[in-house]
């Protein structure tokens, strides 16, 4: 089937440690990318891709780090540097950016 | 001024009630226009986009009005189904101009 697929669902961290969140898609879309969303909050963009080897900052990607070495991959790296980690992370791909996006059933990580 | 507000919510209503919400967005230059819809704890998914003529599809009708820079969305009938919370996304008016912009959703409880 295509779609989007993200793991881990739920995600548990140490203080101080890098963790990363993986995002696939099989939809042959150009676009990816990252949001997060907490506790009855909005959704707000950390990283997006319009195509392979390129990668733009959204609103908020301090803390955050992506790569996107394949078109069908897109990986989000929380880092230490990102103080209050706790959230659901969504990822998503469209055809291209300013198109319909499909997201993936989302990443809860908790720091503990 | 954000760049895309919702109608606060949350709305309440009754099963078989017309309910009906507005998204206004500040960039007048803004080409495409969609409907989202997130369930608790869930991703979002996507409604229906939104057409300068229009769209419905069964219960659910989208319009756009450019001049006074909103969208909106008329659900009839409503069923306890359609308890969600309802995102607009507003995007750029090409795709080298940056990226969606969600708005933070209005709630919606059907009551029996």
């Known amino acids: 089937d295509g779609g989007i697929t993200q793991s881990p669902k739920y995600l548990f961290r140490k203080e101080g440690q890098n963790v990363t969140l993986s995002c696939e898609q099989n939809l042959n879309h150009d676009a990816m990318y990252w949001y997060r969303q907490d506790p009855g909050q909005g959704l707000r963009l950390i990283y997006y891709?319009?195509?392979?080897?390129?990668?733009q900052k959204g609103d908020i990607a301090e803390g955050y780090s992506v790569s996107r070495e394949k078109k069908e991959s897109f990986p989000l790296t929380v880092t230490s540097a990102q103080k209050n980690p706790t959230a659901f992370y969504l990822c998503?791909?469209?055809?291209?950016?300013?198109?319909?996006?499909?997201f993936g059933q989302g990443t809860r990580l908790t720091v503990v | 001024r954000k760049e895309v507000e919702q109608d606060p919510g949350p709305f309440n209503v009754p099963e078989g009630a017309t309910v009906a919400f507005n998204c206004t967005y500040s960039?007048?230059?803004?080409?495409?226009f969609f409907w989202y819809r997130q369930d608790c704890r869930k991703e979002p998914k996507l409604l229906m986009s939104v057409y300068s003529s229009g769209n419905e599809d069964g219960r659910f009708t989208a319009q756009l009005n450019r001049a006074s820079q909103y969208i909106s969305l008329l659900i009839r009938d409503s069923k306890l189904s359609d308890s969600a919370t309802y995102l607009c996304v507003v995007n750029p008016p090409n795709t080298n101009a940056g990226k969606s912009t969600f708005g933070d959703g209005t709630t919606l409880t059907v009551k029996p």
């Open positions: 998503a791909s469209s055809i291209r950016v300013g198109t319909e996006a499909f």
């Open positions: 960039n007048s230059a803004s080409q495409s």
């Open positions: 891709s319009q195509i392979v080897n390129d990668f």
